[in-house]
C-alpha cells in the first residue's frame, strides 16, 4: 500500500487515514504534521464540515470563512452535484441519528437503506476532497468512533486507523480549564471547564469505545501516543508512515529541528489549527492536577491508563505547539 497505489484497472485508489479517539489528544497537531506531507491532505474534524463551515460559516483552518474559503467551497460544490441545500441538511439529520453527542455510534439508529445513504455520502464527501486537492491520501481526525466506524464501511478505498492516545491527566487538566468564545481563534462559543470526574470517565469511554471499533478494523488500525510523537517523532512518524505507506521523514524532521508547520484547511478542532505557523513543543511537563485531581483520574481510568503504557509517577505532556497557539481542545 502506497500514496500511489492503484486499482486493477490502474486507477489511482483513494487512501483514508482516520485520526481515532478522545478529544484534547493532540489530533490537531498530528493533522497538521501529516498535512505538510506533499501526497497528504489533512482536512481536521471532517465529522463536523457541514455544520461548522458550510451551515455556521465559522473559520477554515486557512483564516477565511467557510463560505469564503475557495477549497471547501469548491468541495462543497462537487459533493453537492447540483443539489441544494436541502443535502446538507439531510446529511447532518442522519449523521445525527447514526453517532451520538459524544461520537459513539448509537445502537438504534439508521434502518439498513439510510446507512447505506449515509455511507455513500461520506464516500463522495472523502472523493471530492480528492478530486479538489488532488491529493489521494487524507488524513481525517474527526476521532469520532461512530463516524470512524461508517468510514470504514466505504468501498473501493484503503483505510488506516489510527488511535491517537494522550497522557489522561493532561487531558483532564485541558478540559478543567474554561474556554471563552473566540470565533476567529477557534472557539466557536463558551466551553465551561469539567471536573475531574467528568473528563476521566470521558477519556476512559472515549478510548474504550475507540478500542472495540479497531478491533474491526484489524490490520488496518495502529495506535501512538502523543507522548511518543513528542519524544520519538522519527520512531513514531516511520511506523505510522509504514501503515500509510507514506514516507513522513521530513515531518519528522522538522519537529526536531523546530521547524514550523505551515496552515492547513483544517475544519474545527483545536486552537492552534487557527495559528500561522506552529513549532511543535517537545517538552514533557506535568499536568499540574492536584493530588485529589490525579487520584480521581487513576482510581475512574487507571486500569486502562496502565495499559496504555501511563504510570503514575511518570510525566505528562503540556502546550504541543508554540510560538502560534496551543492545541489543548485539539
Known sequence: MGAS??????????????????GRSGSTILDRVLG???????????????RELWMADHFCGC??????????GAVRERWLAGRGDGAIERFLELRGRAIGRVGQKRSVALGREERGELIGEMAMLY??????????????????????????????AEKTVVHLVRDGRSVVASLRRPLAMDIAKGVQHDIPGKPALHSSLAWLVGNAATERMT?????????????????KPMA???????????????EARMID???????????????????????VDRRLLPAGLSP???????????????????????RATRSPSRPGGDAEHG
Open 236 to 250: 513514531t512518524l516511520t511506523d505510522l508512515g509504514r501503515h500509510v505507506g507514506v514516507d513522513f521523514g521530513e
Open 5 to 22: 497505489s492503484k486499482s486493477s484497472d490502474g486507477a489511482e485508489v483513494l487512501q483514508l487515514v482516520l485520526v481515532a479517539g478522545y
Open 215 to 231: 478491533l474491526r478494523a484489524a490490520g488496518q488500525s495502529m495506535r501512538i501516543t502523543y507522548e511518543q510523537l513528542l519524544s
Open 63 to 72: 483564516g477565511e470563512r467557510g463560505r469564503a474559503c475557495p477549497f471547501w
Open 257 to 279: 529541528e523546530a521547524r514550523s508547520f505551515p496552515r492547513t484547511h483544517a475544519v474545527a478542532g483545536g486552537r492552534v489549527r487557527m495559528s500561522e505557523s506552529v513549532v
Open 292 to 314: 485529589v485531581e490525579a487520584c480521581t483520574f487513576w482510581l475512574t481510568a487507571g486500569a486502562l491508563a496502565w495499559r496504555y503504557g501511563y504510570r503514575p509517577l511518570t
Open 36 to 50: 505538510h506531507h506533499p501526497d497528504v491532505f489533512a482536512v481536521g474534524e471532517l465529522v463536523n464540515v457541514h
Open 127 to 156: 472523493g471530492a476532497i480528492a478530486a479538489v486537492s488532488g491529493r489521494q491520501v487524507i488524513v481525517d481526525s474527526s476521532k469520532f468512533p461512530g463516524w470512524v466506524d461508517l468510514a470504514l464501511r466505504i468501498k473501493g
